[in-house]
């Protein structure tokens, strides 16, 4: 099985930025598609975004769209999600997910 780990996660004011990273061990990330997911207290998880391992394309969800960018680092093996414009309802668990695999996830807070 697949193990990723997310890190990056923290305590921001609205309207400010944070970029979390989804880091593999033992597999090289060039080879899948990944996609963050987060989870708020009391919902369920969704889908924020991903990467294709083909070409590179992007998608989002409509709630992130333009505020969020996912991106991959080749050389670092990582990949990374850049989160400005940061909004209360952003604040939950966001979790890396490659394959059938997920991580532990990384709080992220967004208060005042």
């Known amino acids: 099985q697949l193990q990723v780990v997310e890190s990056g996660g923290g305590l921001v004011q609205p309207g400010g930025s944070l970029r979390i990273s989804c880091a593999p061990y033992?597999?090289?990330?060039?080879?899948?598609?990944i996609a963050w997911f987060r989870q708020a207290p009391g919902k369920e998880r969704e889908g924020v975004s991903c990467?294709?391992?083909?070409?590179?394309?992007?998608h989002y969800s409509d709630s992130v769209k333009g505020r969020f960018t996912i991106s991959r680092d080749k050389a670092k093996n990582m990949v990374y999600m850049q989160m400005n414009s940061l909004k209360l309802e952003d604040t939950g668990v966001y979790y890396c997910k490659v394959g059938d695999s997920w991580g532990q996830g990384t709080q992220v807070t967004v208060s005042s």
């Open positions: 990467i294709s391992a083909s070409d590179g394309t992007t």
């Open positions: 033992g597999f090289t990330l060039d080879y899948y598609s």
